[in-house]
C-alpha cells in the first residue's frame, strides 16, 4: 500500500525558514518523480516544485523559485521542502504527491498546514 | 507563465451527465498536455481520477471519463452520484511544469 506522510508545517514567522518532509513508502521511491502542491485554505491547488526520482531534474513555480529548495533522500524515502524567507502568502496546506515527469500522479498524501504569522 | 481555465461551477441532477473542461490560454489542450483530473471533496487531500487525457486509475469510478473536446481537456460524469460533489481541478503540463486551473464545484442538485 503507497502511503505518504507529510510534517515539518506550523506556525512560523515572516522571513523565516522551515522544512517539510514527506515519508514514502509502498513504492520504489528511487523510479519516481515527486512533486509538492499547496492550497491556500479555501482557495485552489498550486503546484510548487517538482524532483526527478535521480534527483537530476527540478523545476519550481515562480512563486516560490529563489527561496525553496526540493530535495530527496532516496536511502531513506523521503521527500523535502526547504523554504526560507517565507511570506504570509505561503500560508498554506502543503500536499506530496507521488508523480512528475515521466510518470503520472497517482497517490497523494493528506497535507501540513503551514502557517506564515508573527 | 500560461494559464488553465476551469467552470467555476456546475450543477448536474442525479443521474445526469455533465462535462467539465479545462482551457489553456496558450491555445488548443493535446496529449501533449498530459491532462490531469483530480477530485477533491472538503477536508480531504486531492484524488486523482484521469491521468494522461483519457487514462484511469483502479480507485477511478467508471462513470468518470478523460478525453479532449473542442480544443479543451475534458472530464465527462455520467450518472452522477450524491457522492460526486465535489471540487474537480485539472493541471496540464507545459515544458516542465505543471499549472493547475482554478477548479470546478460540481453540485449534483
Known amino acids: 500500500e503507497v502511503q505518504l506522510l507529510e510534517s515539518g508545517g506550523g506556525l512560523v514567522q515572516p522571513g523565516g525558514s522551515l522544512r517539510l518532509s514527506c515519508a514514502a513508502s509502498?513504492?520504489?521511491?528511487?523510479?519516481?518523480?515527486m512533486t509538492w502542491v499547496r492550497q491556500v485554505p479555501g482557495k485552489g491547488l498550486e503546484w510548487v516544485s517538482s524532483i526527478q526520482g535521480n534527483g537530476n531534474n527540478i523545476r519550481y513555480a515562480d512563486s516560490v523559485k529563489g527561496r525553496s529548495t526540493i530535495s530527496r533522500d532516496n536511502s531513506k524515502n523521503t521527500l523535502y521542502l526547504q523554504m526560507n524567507s517565507v511570506r504570509a502568502d505561503d500560508t498554506a496546506v502543503y500536499y506530496c504527491?507521488?508523480?512528475?515527469?515521466?510518470?503520472?500522479?497517482?497517490?497523494w498524501g493528506q497535507g501540513t498546514r503551514v502557517t506564515v504569522s508573527s | 507563465q500560461a494559464v488553465v481555465t476551469q467552470e467555476s461551477s456546475l450543477t448536474v441532477s442525479p443521474g445526469g451527465t455533465v462535462t467539465l473542461t479545462c482551457g489553456s490560454s496558450?491555445?488548443?489542450?493535446?496529449?501533449?498536455?498530459?491532462p490531469h483530473w483530480f477530485q477533491q471533496k472538503p477536508g480531504q487531500a486531492p484524488r486523482t481520477l484521469i491521468y494522461?487525457?483519457?487514462n484511469k486509475h483502479s480507485w477511478t469510478p467508471a462513470r468518470f471519463s478523460g478525453s479532449l473536446l473542442g480544443g479543451k481537456g475534458a472530464l465527462t460524469l455520467s450518472g452522477a452520484q450524491p457522492e460526486d460533489e465535489a471540487d474537480y481541478y485539472c493541471?496540464?503540463?507545459?515544458?516542465?511544469?505543471?499549472?493547475f486551473g482554478g477548479g470546478t464545484r460540481l453540485t449534483v442538485l
Open positions: 496558450t491555445g488548443v489542450v493535446t496529449s501533449e498536455h498530459y
Open positions: 494522461d487525457t483519457i
Open positions: 493541471f496540464l503540463f507545459y515544458s516542465g511544469v505543471f499549472v
Open positions: 509502498g513504492f520504489t521511491f528511487s523510479n519516481y518523480a
Open positions: 504527491a507521488k508523480g512528475g515527469w515521466g510518470s503520472n500522479f497517482d497517490f
